[in-house]
């Protein structure tokens, strides 16, 4: 078992943390989502990407103002800890590790497909070595290309915008008031279209390395969902102008479907252009955020002591990369898309729950948004949660229940002869 590692270098700005919040949150979700939120919720499609706003922005402020309070690795592992106890923050822990490790492989099954579907095992196999290979190197160098990334991703979305709306289809004809499920299926999409904006809180794990971070993250965080609310409307309306809720909900390019519907179709590669390297930002974002948190639990012995390290050049948790990295490319070899999506989402929505929990336990001192807006994300988390498919539910019951088991099976790890391990 190794000793304590050491800490982690302290280099990113509040740009850099804006920036990385935007990479891990337009990435491939945008392209592949409004499909199924669209079968969903219909023309009504908006009214669930509010709710899945107000969702984000509930868990956002709630994460913002706990990493500022807690600047380290490992966001609400260490924030729920600290404010429900040791064994809700394993479980806070748990669920974002193992739900960001589904991500991760969807994210990358998502990037092969786009790039070659006869190849898609295999080059997301790639995309993942390459992704784990720039965050050994060091925390700025995945700030530097998530620049590049997002750069390249809000360039394909204004494409799927223009050529959406200037193509010659875009009408207001092309929408109806019909709901395909009720009510419940705004929820649903809502449920649906947060997998999107999934992401926003990486900063909170990546505390450690954030310069300032009591001022910077809270600052960074909103400011990022912001502008990915803007940009995720913009996108949402034109498409459906574009081709309606009808074609949306069956189509498993929709973006792409809609600029290949008008007389700018030539644009089309352009936007599977743009899908593949969204994909390719969420695995460099997903990559760094899991292993900050693995080396957190490693710290604690609550995950093998042998991830508690940090590469003395490089100042990354080397050994946690290169075993989130090794443990996709596995998932990615026997993977389903649409199920790892499900089980991932009920994992993140478990981990934001506790967030949330975790904010509503601030004194007034500490807050800095209002307690109830952390019980509604409570709320939120938990009704968005129970709209997924009852196999990743059911899935999802059974990754808590497990890492209940594993919280016990280790607890011998975190006592010495004179009792539990200090926090």
Request: net charge positive.
């Amino acid at each position: 078992m190794s000793g304590p590692s050491g800490g982690l270098a302290r280099r990113l700005t509040t740009t850099d943390a804006v920036v990385i919040g935007l990479g891990a949150m337009i990435g491939a979700g945008v392209f592949a989502a409004p499909g199924p939120a669209a079968a969903a919720a219909g023309s009504w499609l908006l009214v669930s990407l509010a709710i899945a706003a107000v969702v984000a922005y509930a868990n956002a402020t709630s994460s913002a103002q706990l990493a500022a309070l807690h600047p380290e690795s490992g966001g609400t592992y260490v924030y729920a800890r600290e404010r429900l106890g040791a064994s809700w923050g394993f479980l806070g822990g748990w669920s974002f590790v193992v739900g960001k490790t589904a991500s991760l492989a969807a994210m990358a099954l998502t990037f092969g497909a786009y790039l070659s579907e006869d190849l898609a095992r295999p080059v997301a196999i790639g995309a993942v070595v390459a992704m784990a290979a720039v965050n050994y190197r060091g925390v700025e160098k995945t700030a530097r290309l998530t620049r590049v990334i997002v750069a390249l991703v809000l360039a394909a979305l204004a494409v799927v915008v223009a050529g959406a709306l200037l193509g010659g289809t875009a009408s207001t004809a092309n929408l109806d008031a019909a709901l395909p499920s009720g009510p419940y299926g705004i929820v649903q999409g809502a449920g649906l279209l947060f997998f999107a904006f999934a992401g926003y809180a990486r900063l909170a794990t990546l505390g450690e390395e954030v310069v300032d971070p009591t001022t910077t993250i809270p600052r960074a965080i909103p400011v990022a969902l912001g502008i990915v609310v803007a940009v995720y409307a913009a996108v949402l309306t034109s498409v459906l102008l574009a081709i309606g809720p009808g074609q949306l909900a069956t189509s498993p390019a929709p973006l792409a479907d809609a600029v290949a519907a008008g007389r700018l179709a030539p644009l089309t590669p352009a936007v599977r252009i743009g899908a593949a390297i969204a994909a390719g930002g969420v695995l460099l974002s997903l990559l760094a955020g899991s292993s900050r948190t693995a080396l957190s639990m490693a710290r604690r012995r609550e995950l093998p002591g042998a991830l508690d390290a940090v590469h003395p050049r490089f100042h990354t948790p080397h050994r946690a990369e290169a075993t989130v990295a090794a443990v996709v490319c596995v998932i990615v070899l026997v993977a389903d898309l649409r199920g790892a999506i499900g089980f991932s989402s009920f994992a993140v929505l478990t981990y934001y729950a506790l967030a949330n929990a975790s904010a509503w336990r601030l004194t007034d001192e500490e807050r800095r948004w209002p307690r109830w807006l952390a019980g509604l994300g409570v709320a939120l988390c938990v009704g968005l949660a129970l709209t997924l498919p009852l196999v990743a539910v059911l899935g999802g019951i059974a990754l808590l229940a497990l890492g209940s088991l594993v919280w016990r099976a280790t607890e011998h790890r975190r006592r010495g002869p004179d009792g539990p391990m200090p926090a």
